[in-house]
């Protein structure tokens, strides 16, 4: 019951921090002043009623989003403890879940790292400065204006939020089958960071082929 209630505060947490985020950079008056140059204002208005009727179905997909996502990796590291060892280490998937819950509460930060950005430093900004900011990424460095589309999404996977998670499975993993952080680290890179990576060309291959 803990297990689940974790991810409930999980999913929460989540929630709340998107809905922060969008009310403390007025997310919702840059849509309607995006949406008003091209459609008329009873147009924009029956936009935003639709997104309202839909409020609970997008907060319901969030999490289901959410709990795919970790079942996933929780298998994929559950996979690539049992090709990292011939005799399997006792630990669970439901212990590795549980791993995978903590570390994705790293995630949240971005939200608080957002809000600071767009307060104190970039205090002019547009939707798209919004949708493409990820938090110490590389495309912060990079810059998304001069890129194509398909280079975006790599260069925000790129960042220290996604080293922290790894960090953070590493460790748990490692005090769970009681081997160093090294070996925790190599079995947690060896599976979710090829899948990672692997999630990534595909995506990068699906944006390449729709531009």
């Known amino acids: 019951m803990n297990n689940f209630l974790r991810f409930f505060l999980l999913c929460i947490g989540t929630i709340l921090m998107i809905e922060i985020v969008q009310y403390n950079l007025d997310v919702r008056n840059i849509i309607y002043n ?5 459609l008329t204002d009873k147009q924009v208005q029956r936009y935003f009623e639709f997104q309202d ?23 994929i590291l559950d996979i690539g403890i049992f090709f990292a060892f011939k005799n399997k280490p006792i630990i669970g998937f439901i212990q590795l879940w549980v791993f995978v819950i903590n570390a994705e509460f790293v995630f949240l930060l971005t939200g608080i790292l957002k809000i600071c950005w767009f307060f104190f430093f970039q205090t002019n900004y547009k939707l798209e400065d919004i949708i493409n900011f ?11 204006k001069d890129l194509n589309n398909w280079f975006i999404y790599p260069l925000q996977t790129i960042n220290l939020f996604e080293l922290a998670y790894c960090l953070i499975l590493s460790y748990s993993i490692s005090k769970a089958i009681k081997v160093t952080m090294d070996k925790g680290f ?7 960071g090829l899948s990672l990576l692997i999630w990534v060309v595909a995506v990068m291959f699906f944006n390449l082929n729709m531009n």
């Open 34 to 38: 995006t949406l008003a140059e091209q």
């Open 134 to 144: 990820y938090p110490l990424s590389a495309l912060n460095i990079v810059g998304y």
């Open 186 to 192: 190599i079995i947690v890179v060896s599976s979710y």
């Open 53 to 75: 009727n839909l409020l609970w179905v997008r907060y319901a997909i969030i999490c289901i989003v959410l709990l795919i996502k970790t079942i996933v990796i929780a298998a």
